[in-house]
């Protein structure tokens, strides 16, 4: 017994000895004590754009946090989970300085609000040119599971994430509305003549896929669309996403209700997507990158996936995504809102709350 519990410790102090040696990474603090930062832009090494949910859109210029907020960001809802969400670039933002914002945008007079998306031109410390692009129907009245992802397809178009609403989950199964759906238009609000939908009567032609919950991660690898969405109590999912499909919320899930109540007995059913992957206790995914960078070789080939609870990112290469292997990094931070690779292959993280940071992940040696 004596030699049994002398291998454990042992074991336990090699263990902690590789560890330390092997951590490859050190982190950079680029902004401090900001507001709930949500989504990232990365311009370049030097310049990186952010959202605050509490309504503001900020820059890192030169590697410095701006003390100046852009100006012109439409009025948004801040509660709950609503406010000022997801930034990306146009793919020609080198020439055209256009960005789009989604955001939890209140209805006039109302008590109600929606998920929208704004194009924009970035005209040094101000937007100019905006034009609404998308408004998600019907609107709702919580403050919670807008999705607001976007990423663009390799066609120029633009993909968002809209969520379930949390109240309107049944919503996920029909198409007549953009409740857990993942939308695709073209940048100028249009629709593509080749979305799955448009040519049926009774849906909505924006919609793309369908039965989502709250997808909060979405990248294109090769024209490959990865997504990640939260589950209910477990049944956090990976999704492969693919046009006209649905994902099956809320009819088959691997989670419970809060309440600890069975929201469905079906995990499976014929005609219904299964994720690649999923997670039990949830791991609540907040944003995804892929990493393919030439700083940490060792990751290449990588999803990146940030997550809130208990806090860190999974890395996934992306041969083993149908496998259950993933390397847990950076669980010294507390919860990870977003997460983008910069062209030299650093890393950007956000790190959630009133008192969040902009985190640069570089080599440590
Ligand atoms: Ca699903």
């Known amino acids: 017994m004596n030699k049994k519990i002398s291998i454990f410790a042992f074991t336990i102090l090699f263990t902690l000895h590789a560890s330390a040696a092997s951590v490859i990474y050190k982190y950079q603090n680029l902004a401090e004590n900001i507001s709930h930062p949500w989504g990232i832009a990365v311009i370049d090494e030097n310049n990186i754009l952010f959202t605050e949910l509490t309504g503001a859109l900020r820059i890192i210029e030169d590697g410095v946090l701006s003390p100046e907020i852009i100006s012109g960001v439409p009025d948004v809802l801040f509660a709950g989970q609503a406010g000022l969400s997801d930034i990306v670039l146009d793919p020609n933002f080198a020439t055209n300085r256009r960005l789009y914002l989604s955001f939890s945008s209140p209805d006039k007079y109302e008590k109600t609000n929606t998920l929208e998306v704004i194009s924009a031109k970035l005209d040094s410390k101000k937007l100019i040119e905006i034009k609404t692009i998308f ?4 609107s709702r009245d919580t403050a919670a599971h807008y999705g607001a992802r976007m990423a663009f397809l390799k066609d120029g178009t633009l993909l968002i994430t809209s969520g379930d609403g949390f109240n309107y989950r049944e919503q996920a199964q029909y198409l007549d509305n953009h409740f857990g759906k993942i939308i ?3 940048t100028d609000g249009s629709i593509p003549g080749d979305n799955p939908f448009i040519n049926d009567d009774d849906a909505l032609s924006e919609i793309w896929s369908y039965g989502h919950r709250n997808p909060q991660g979405i990248v294109v690898i090769e024209g490959v669309v990865y997504e990640n969405e939260h ?13 006209s499909k649905n994902y099956g919320w809320p009819a088959i899930t691997y989670g419970k209700d809060y309440s600890g109540a069975t929201i469905s007995p079906f995990t499976k059913k014929d005609g219904l997507e299964q994720p690649i992957k999923y997670w039990i206790p949830s791991i609540a995914p907040s944003g995804m990158a892929f990493y393919n960078g030439s700083m940490f070789p060792e990751w290449k080939n990588s999803l990146l996936i940030s997550a809130l609870v208990p806090g860190d990112v999974r890395r996934i290469q992306i041969e083993d995504t149908l496998s259950n292997k993933e390397e847990i990094l950076f669980s010294d931070l507390g919860r990870v809102r977003d997460i ?15 008192n969040g940071k902009l985190i640069r992940v570089i080599r440590r040696n």
Do not use: F, Y
């Not at 589950?231 to 046009?243: A, S």
């Open 340 to 354: 983008e690779v910069s062209p030299d292959g650093s890393l950007i993280l956000a790190t959630d709350g009133p």
């Open 231 to 243: 589950g209910p109590m477990g049944g956090d999912e990976l999704n492969i996403v693919q046009p």
């Open 135 to 138: 408004k998600a129907a019907p």
């Open 184 to 186: 695709r238009i073209n």
